[in-house]
């Protein structure tokens, strides 16, 4: 089954060749190349951990630091502005695993009627 490289900016293009380069030297030591012998299945195995694990930081990161940039527009309701109370918990399955983040929480000042 061919599958289409994933299209990235140059810059991270880049990037990602140097840290593929380091992960090699962690996963495999020495100058990153695996012992000879070594199967190719066992290859795919690391490097798909390895990727799996930074897709999932990533998203880890990226949703926890929308926590400290929550824009006042995304907490008016009606004619009020809802006011961040803190956070809670909040959890997604991806592909690449289970990615957990503090959530913000709003409440409104006024009692709303129903």
Avoid: Y
């Avoid at 380069?21 to 798909?48: D, N, Q, Y």
């Avoid at 929308?66 to 997604?92: D, F, N, R, W, Y």
């Amino acid at each position: 089954m061919a599958h289409v490289r994933n299209q990235v900016s140059p810059e991270v293009a880049k990037q990602l060749v140097d840290l593929a380069a380091e992960m090699r030297r962690l996963v495999f030591g020495g100058e990153g190349v695996p012992e000879w012998g070594t199967k190719f299945s066992e290859i795919e195995s690391e490097a798909l951990g390895v990727g799996q694990e930074l897709s999932r930081l990533m998203m880890e990161q990226a949703v926890a630091g929308q926590v400290t940039q929550v824009p006042a527009e995304s907490l008016k309701v009606a004619e009020e502005t809802a006011g961040v109370i803190g956070t809670e918990p909040a959890v997604l399955e991806t592909p690449a695993g289970e990615v957990g983040w503090r959530q913000p929480k709003a409440r409104l000042s006024k009692a709303r009627g129903c």
